[in-house]
């Protein structure tokens, strides 16, 4: 995971596809940890590779909400295809700088509920 900030910032070929994450966590807490990189074998097994055939760019949050609005400013400026958005505030703040990248959410209690979705 030390490396994914280098990475994140390496430039992308014509082949690749990037794919965004919003992690309000920080980048050594383990159950996050974990999950993202059960995130990128999943991934993996559908035959997405980072560095080869895709560019997973990351923004961690430490904890800090104040800090997702310029994370997902940023992100979605990377012109990904799709952003990973992992909990209700990094959802809000993803939504609020874009409707045009697709957003994968988890962690979101009733997206329907709290206007996330429209069904």
Known sequence: MAVWPVVAGAQRSVNQSRIGMLIPFTVGDPETKSR???FL??????????GDNAQFVYRWGAGETK?????ATELVASSPEVILGTTEPALAALLQVTRDV?????QVVDPFG?????S
């Open 36 to 38: 993202v990189e059960a």
């Open 41 to 50: 074998h999943s991934l993996e097994k559908l035959g997405y590779r980072d």
């Open 67 to 71: 800090l997702h609005n310029r994370h």
């Open 102 to 106: 697709p957003i994968v959410f988890v």
């Open 114 to 118: 709290a206007g996330f979705v429209a």
